[in-house]
């Protein structure tokens, strides 16, 4: 299983970004799809799940309303629509492959991390 997630950079507050996770080696049985992120000198955070069907989504309360998931299995690839950014979703953003939960040791398949820093 390889995951590849980009789609990070600098933007102001108020500002969109879109990032992409591409996968491979996945099957419906392991592919609940997430995003985490982490702050510098914090731990990492769950953000945001998705089946494989994209009929079930969860999001962390801090980016209801803001953020978005999404996946193309035809494509390979989930997303992370995150509009609206502020401040403090400045961080590492990770995708990931596993079970639907909020837990990272849950999810055994990991992306490298692209950083996303919103500026005030």
């Known amino acids: 299983v390889q995951l590849q997630a980009s789609g990070g950079g600098l933007v102001q507050a108020g500002g969109s970004l879109r990032l992409s996770c591409a996968y491979s080696?996945?099957?419906?049985?392991?592919?609940?799809m997430g995003w985490f992120r982490q702050a510098p000198g914090k731990e990492r955070e769950f953000v945001s799940v998705i089946n494989w069907s994209s009929s079930m989504s969860y999001y962390v309360d801090s980016v209801k309303g803001r953020f978005t998931i999404s996946r193309d299995n035809a494509k390979n690839t989930i997303y992370l629509q995150m509009n609206s950014l502020k401040p403090e979703d400045t961080a590492v953003y990770y995708c990931a492959a596993g079970s639907v939960s909020y837990r990272a040791d849950d999810y055994p398949y990991w992306g490298q991390g692209t950083l996303v820093t919103v500026s005030s």
């Open positions: 080696g996945l099957f419906p049985s392991n592919s609940y």
